[in-house]
């Protein structure tokens, strides 16, 4: 596509739920991050994956959190056991993942834990 | 990875040129310097990265001195569109995560 898609665009879940956010990369983008972004704050990161891989997953605050990126394209952000702190933006972007590029980011899932 | 400083908040007027300085005193030698313009209910856009000297595009300007460790990113003429938040970041594209900071919040009054 012309962007990064991600869905949904809101979640409303309850404490304790599982939940599962999706991100679409651009097109023939190796490159794809996951960020978290509190009110107030930039934009933190998670895990980046070059192609099927996480090459660096060391933002990922527990083992609660997870993602996959089984074909190098799609990725799913996976939240076991929600908890209110959770709550934020979910911000995916890709990148061509050589030099001179900038991330392209989506416009993010709001993840609301009641 | 270099971490960056810049100012938490800026006002301007609409039609004024404005100037937002970064410091990366720590920046690596195949680091470049991107900004990232942010509005409410958005992820970061991409504006303009450079490695040295001058860059300008379309949008804005980023002047980058000898030394690389600061940069200011040039707005010309902002309107009231133009209020976000603007983020400083030096990295590598090859595979590193950029670091966010909190950024600029950027108010431009009419």
């Known amino acids: 596509g012309a962007g990064v898609s991600q869905t949904p665009s809101n979640k409303v879940t309850e404490k304790g739920k599982y939940v599962e956010l999706r991100c679409d990369p651009i097109s023939g983008h190796t490159a794809l991050y996951w960020y978290r972004q509190s009110l107030g704050q930039g934009p933190e990161f998670l895990i980046y994956f070059q192609g099927t891989g996480a090459a660096d997953d060391s933002g990922l605050p527990n083992d609660r959190f997870f993602a996959v990126r089984p074909e190098g394209s799609v990725s799913t952000l996976k939240i076991q056991r929600t908890e209110r702190g959770d709550s934020a933006v979910y911000l995916c972007?890709?990148?061509?993942?050589?030099?001179?590029?900038?991330?392209?980011f989506g416009s993010g899932t709001r993840l609301t834990v009641v | 990875l270099a971490k960056t400083t810049q100012p938490i908040s800026m006002d301007s007027y609409e039609g004024q040129e404005v100037n937002i300085t970064c410091s990366h005193n720590n920046i690596a030698t195949n680091d470049y310097i991107t900004w990232y313009q942010q509005f409410p209910s958005q992820g970061p856009r991409f504006i303009i990265q450079?490695?040295?000297t001058k860059v300008t595009n379309e949008v804005a300007s980023l002047f980058i001195p000898a030394d690389r460790k600061s940069s200011t990113l040039s707005l010309p003429r902002v309107s009231l569109s133009d209020t976000a938040v603007y983020y400083c970041l030096v990295g590598n594209n090859y595979g590193q995560n950029f670091v966010f900071g909190p950024g600029t919040r950027l108010s431009v009054l009419p």
């Open positions: 972007a890709s990148s061509l993942g050589t030099g001179g590029y900038g991330y392209t």
């Open positions: 450079g490695y040295k």
